[in-house]
């Protein structure tokens, strides 16, 4: 069976012949596979759940949980049921609160690590520091970690927001969303030094980047040196999908795909190795699938 929505006897007219290559950490993250056990689970002991946004950002795992009943709702207001599950990327406490004062059960799926960072976030604004979250503060998991800090902070991935700051504060932390690139996590730190050096400041940097993605990372960019060509398989929401295939695009042509389907047969004229890598909410049976169509395409 093939997965490929091209014409493949077309292609195969033209006799390509590579190799194909998949990065050494693929597939589900341990926070995705735990969140999707959480939600299966719960489904099939109250036949349907109701998910507070996507729980992953992956369309095709969103789809395939609809099937077992899972349903989501934007907004709290939406919520019809006495029970609803929050994402993997955590909420804000103000957001708990307003679920909790509706009569509403939470069933969490946070990973240990976003919990991580919103805890870090919490205590350098309870101990006095202005916090700056290096991240998109329209992505829910920045919105989370945003809630424990208040106005005593600001997300932002562009050091001249800290620059134009009425007042520059004194006392400065400065934490990652989890999915953020390391590298680039790094250079953003060393400028927010460099901007907040005055007389008596303090500035506390804490690694909050997940281990799991900093792996990934650096076994998609260690492949990336190595072939002709990279296909980045996972969701266009997902902001760790969007990352790897934006390093991995600074080494060699690369392109993010969600499913097999999307893979244009022009991409591999000339290419004697393809390397497949993958965001942490994409599952094992998409990056197969990708694989099996690469297979086809080769010959
Ligand atoms: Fe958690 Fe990292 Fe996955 S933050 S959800 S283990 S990508």
């Given at each position: 069976?093939s997965f490929c929505h091209r014409?493949i ?51 095709q ?172 398989v ?23 795909i969600e499913t097999a389907t999307e893979i244009n047969p ?20 998409t990056?197969?699938e990708v694989?099996t169509c690469?297979?086809d395409?080769?010959?």
């Amino acid at each position: 069976m093939s997965f490929c929505h091209r014409d493949i006897a077309r292609v195969a007219r033209k006799q390509m012949k590579f190799e194909i290559e998949r990065a050494k950490r693929t597939g589900f993250c341990f926070g995705v596979k735990r969140a999707i056990d959480i939600v299966t689970r719960a489904a099939n002991e109250n036949g349907h759940v109701e998910t507070l946004g996507a729980v992953v950002h992956n369309e095709q795992v969103m789809q395939k949980l609809e099937k077992t009943g899972v349903s989501t709702v934007k907004e709290i207001d939406d919520i019809k049921g006495k029970l609803v599950i929050t994402s993997s990327h955590g909420v804000s406490p103000e957001v708990e609160e307003k679920i909790r004062a509706s009569g509403i059960e939470i069933v969490s799926t946070i990973c240990s690590d976003v919990r991580r960072a919103q805890m870090a976030a919490k205590r350098l604004a309870d101990e006095g520091y202005f916090v700056i979250v290096y991240g998109d503060g329209n992505h829910p998991e920045v919105k989370g970690i945003m809630g424990w800090v208040k106005d005593k902070g600001l997300a932002t991935t562009n050091e001249k927001d800290i620059a134009d700051l009425a007042i520059r504060p004194k006392r400065i932390g400065v934490l990652s969303q989890t999915t953020q690139a390391a590298t680039e996590y790094a250079v953003f730190a060393q400028k927010v030094v460099a901007l907040s050096l005055q007389r008596d400041a303090e500035i506390r940097i804490l690694d909050t980047i997940c281990h799991d993605l900093r792996d990934r990372q650096a076994t998609t960019l260690e492949l990336a040196r190595r072939v002709d060509l990279m296909l980045v398989v996972g969701g266009r929401h997902s902001a760790n999908t969007n990352h790897l295939a934006n390093l991995s695009s600074k080494i060699v042509n690369t392109h993010l795909i969600e499913t097999a389907t999307e893979i244009n047969p022009d991409w591999l004229e000339g290419c004697r190795r393809v390397g497949v890598a993958s965001g942490s909410s994409t599952a094992e049976e998409t990056i197969a699938e990708v694989i099996t169509c690469l297979k086809d395409l080769s010959g």
